[in-house]
């Protein structure tokens, strides 16, 4: 009898965050309170980083939050924001960077094998593969309560489930 698998992997879509970060832009400059006030946010898809550049702190939380919304309309995991600390800029002005996790950390890939070996399902084996957690056994039933499993814990990151064979 074949093995069951599926992959456990984790990302944004880099075409959805883009157009999230231009709805918000668009939105924001459009705003009254934000009349001739300085509003960069940029994103480096190179760098899977998004910047946003403003005069203080307030300005910075409501650029966030129209720019959250934004991600959560295009169902953009927020689970793969991470927000870096708050930097004093030039010009009295404040910046914040905005990473997007593409990929599943060696750290959170070792506890998702960790966690199905101790869940004890028949049979059923995760190995890590590069920036991925290959998940296999000999049965579909056994996989899927694997997946429910999975899906109850928090990983500090959104998790995908495919290659389902």
């Not at 939380?61 to 934004?70: K, M, P, T, V, Y």
């Not at 295009?74 to 927000?83: A, H, Q």
């Amino acid at each position: 009898m074949a093995n069951e698998s599926f992959d456990i992997t984790t990302g944004c879509d880099l075409q959805e965050v883009d157009n999230a970060v231009n709805q918000a832009l668009r939105e924001i400059t459009g705003r009254f309170d934000f009349k001739n006030v300085l509003v960069e946010v940029e994103f480096k898809r190179a760098d899977n980083k998004i910047e946003i550049h403003t005069t203080d702190e307030y300005k910075l939380e409501a650029i966030w939050d129209a720019l959250l919304g934004r991600l959560i309309a295009r169902k953009v995991p927020t689970k793969n924001l991470k927000r870096a600390d708050l930097q004093q800029a030039g010009g009295n002005t404040v910046r914040q960077e905005v990473s997007l996790v593409q990929a599943i950390d060696a750290e959170t890939a070792k506890s998702i094998s960790k966690f199905i070996r101790d869940q004890k399902f028949k049979k059923v084996t995760a190995q890590i593969q590069g920036d991925a957690v290959r998940v296999s056994g000999p049965s579909r039933d056994d996989l899927q309560a694997a997946m429910a499993a999975l899906r109850k814990e928090d990983w500090g990151v959104e998790l995908e489930f495919g290659n389902y064979r």
